[in-house]
């Protein structure tokens, strides 16, 4: 069977998504599709390129990923220190502001990144609430304790 378990595999760490889409990939081309499928292979190259794994001479174990996913973690973190930065829980407009800015990271999931094939799909990590991230010390510590 191609595809046991659906396309979980998507969920996994990139390198492990990659290896697995190759595996399957491998396995169509054995049963004789190899012609059909010569856009997809491109694809998977390419993709398998962005992350340093099929590019020669680069060093596999950093993927070509984690130069950009730093610099966006890091002006992630600045977004939100300096929303939290202006927020004030007394003023009715500044909370409504503050909610509004880091609504997309609400809504935003994040999957694990040493997930497995046998994890379930729907767990997911969700950003704080807009709530929870004030500039008051005392509003943190007792919405957390």
């Not at 807009?130 to 943190?140: C, D, F, M």
Request: hydrophobic share 40%.
């Amino acid at each position: 069977m191609l595809f046991p378990t659906r396309l979980k595999f998507t969920k996994l760490a990139y390198k492990l998504e990659w290896a697995e889409a190759d595996a399957r990939l491998s396995r169509i081309a054995q049963d004789g599709y190899d012609k059909q499928i010569e856009h997809l292979e491109a694809a998977h190259h390419a993709y398998g390129e962005a992350l340093g794994i099929t590019a020669e001479g680069l060093d596999n174990s950093t993927g070509g990923v984690r130069e950009p996913l730093a610099l966006f973690l890091a002006k992630l973190r600045a977004y939100v220190l300096a929303v939290a930065a202006h927020a004030d829980d007394a003023d009715e407009s500044s909370v409504t502001q503050t909610e509004s800015l880091l609504a997309p990271l609400h809504q935003w999931k994040t999957r694990l990144a040493d997930s497995t094939v046998e994890e379930d799909p729907t767990a997911t990590t969700s950003a704080p609430l807009a709530s929870q991230v004030t500039a008051s010390p005392a509003a943190v510590t007792s919405a957390t304790g």
